[in-house]
């Protein structure tokens, strides 16, 4: 099993910046791609941001030049830096990895899997 934990949530004056973050742990072989969600009140979700196992980047038109993501394999680990936030990014940001993971002791097993992480409130407001 693995665990996703984010953080780095909060309320922000229109034009601050926040830097979100989400740890993977547990019995992890490898990481494919890992993506940043989010989802306002009343609204579907969204794609924010992806990046790939070769750093490869892509965003939501939205959000370019604002946002920026990035990852920390040694820490199994992604970042979302957002910057000149507006009100409408506020919304619940949820992580979501593509990873391989580890299903028997002797780690000769491995299979897919696909994890969301818990969410973190991003409020931006004066």
């Known amino acids: 099993q693995v665990q996703l934990v984010e953080s780095g949530g909060g309320l922000v004056q229109p034009g601050g910046s926040l830097r979100l973050s989400c740890a993977a742990s547990?019995?992890?072989?490898?990481?494919?791609?890992m993506d940043w969600h989010r989802q306002a009140p009343g609204k579907q979700r969204e794609l924010v941001a992806t990046i790939s196992i070769v750093n490869s980047t892509h965003y939501a038109d939205s959000v370019k030049g604002r946002f920026t993501i990035s990852r920390d394999n040694a820490k199994n680990t992604v970042y979302l830096q957002m910057n000149s936030l507006k009100p409408e990014d506020t919304a619940v940001y949820y992580c979501?990895?593509?990873?391989?993971?580890?299903?028997?002791?002797?780690?000769?097993?491995?299979?897919?899997?696909?994890?969301w992480g818990q969410g973190t409130q991003v409020t931006v407001s004066s």
């Open positions: 979501y990895v593509d990873l391989w993971e580890y299903i028997s002791a002797d780690y000769s097993r491995r299979r897919n899997q696909k994890y």
């Open positions: 547990g019995s992890i072989f490898r990481i494919d791609h």
